[in-house]
Each structure stands twice: as C-alpha cells, then as structure tokens.
C-alpha cells in the first residue's frame, strides 16, 4: 500500500478515473514541458524546441491535463494554443517546400499532430501539381466536404 504523499507514475486514464475534485484521491504534477520555465522558452521561440524529443503528443497531452483542477490551467491553455499558432505557419510553409529542401530536421522536431499537417499540406501540393500537369482526370472534392454536403442534405431531407 501507498504512503499519503507517495508519488508514482500512471497512465493518463487511471489519474483520471481517481482523480475527484471532491476526495482528493490523486493530485497530479505537472510534466516540466507544461510547467512555468518550459512556457517561457515557448513564448519566447515555440519554434527552437524539440516537440517531438519533449513528448511526441504535446497539444494532446497538453489538452487533457486540462481535465485536472491545476491553477495554472490558464497559463498552460494559452501556451498549447500559442505555440500550435506560431509552428503552424513554418510546417505548412516547409510542407510546401518540401521538394526543394531536405525537411527531415524539421519533421524530427515535430509534434504527431505537426507531422500530420506537414504530410496533409504535402499531399495537397503533390495533389495539385499532378492536376496541374495534367496526371489527374478530375478535381474530386475532398471526403471532409462531401460528407458535410451529406449531412447538411440529410438534416433538411424531411
């Protein structure tokens, strides 16, 4: 059994099933990427810093520590939001560069949900410059679009 004041380590779903607000069962202790220093180094160049080295699912993490009553929730909201505001622009600039510049050290760096955008915005490019050269038949629009043209066909159908 575990002393009062123990500290371990668990996965995000168990600190959130005990923690309670109410009973005060857990407390949980900010990873130091997320804590006062690490959101200094981001507000000062979010672009220096390894994400993917820090913790690969950064904003994810970082949005579920949210659930946890931490005073600093504020702090920590506005630096994911901040720093996902000032990558943002280099990945898709880099993701549309990406065949005229070796991008590998910029996609090393990168957050899982960076790399994703980095892969859309190439695919994107790549897409249009088949069209544009003439390799693809048709401009079909994306599932994103169609299914909302769905949806919005079904809420009126009736």
Same mark, same amino acid.
């Given at each position: 059994? =575990?002393?009062? $004041?123990?500290?371990?380590?668990?996965?995000?779903?168990?600190?959130? $099933?005990?923690?309670?607000?109410? %009973?005060?069962?857990?407390?949980? !202790? +900010?990873?130091?990427?997320?804590?006062? #220093?690490?959101?200094?180094? =981001?507000?000062?160049?979010?672009?220096?810093?390894?994400?993917?080295?820090? $913790?690969?699912?950064?904003?994810?993490? @970082?949005?579920?520590? +949210?659930? =946890?009553?931490?005073?600093?929730?504020?702090?920590? #909201?506005?630096?994911?939001?901040?720093?996902?505001?000032?990558? =943002?622009? %280099?990945?898709?600039?880099?993701?549309?560069?990406?065949?005229? !510049?070796?991008?590998?050290?910029?996609?090393?760096?990168?957050?899982?949900?960076?790399?994703?955008?980095?892969?859309? @915005?190439?695919?994107?490019?790549?897409?249009?410059?088949?069209?544009?050269? @003439?390799? #693809?038949?048709?401009?079909?629009?994306?599932?994103?679009?169609?299914?909302? @043209?769905?949806?919005?066909?079904?809420?009126?159908? $009736?």
């Amino acid at each position: 059994s =575990f002393m009062q $004041g123990s500290k371990l380590e668990i996965p995000l779903w168990l600190a959130k $099933g005990l923690h309670d607000s109410k %009973r005060r069962i857990v407390s949980v !202790e +900010l990873p130091k990427i997320y804590k006062e #220093a690490w959101r200094t180094v =981001f507000s000062a160049d979010a672009n220096v810093v390894d994400l993917h080295k820090m $913790g690969p699912y950064y904003y994810g993490f @970082g949005s579920q520590l +949210l659930n =946890f009553d931490n005073p600093e929730n504020p702090e920590i #909201a506005q630096t994911i939001l901040q720093t996902f505001i000032s990558r =943002f622009r %280099r990945i898709m600039d880099s993701s549309q560069n990406a065949y005229n !510049e070796d991008t590998s050290a910029l996609v090393a760096r990168l957050d899982e949900l960076e790399r994703a955008l980095f892969r859309a @915005g190439q695919r994107g490019l790549n897409d249009f410059q088949c069209w544009e050269k @003439g390799q #693809a038949s048709q401009i079909t629009a994306s599932s994103l679009v169609q299914n909302y @043209g769905k949806r919005k066909f079904t809420d009126t159908d $009736g």
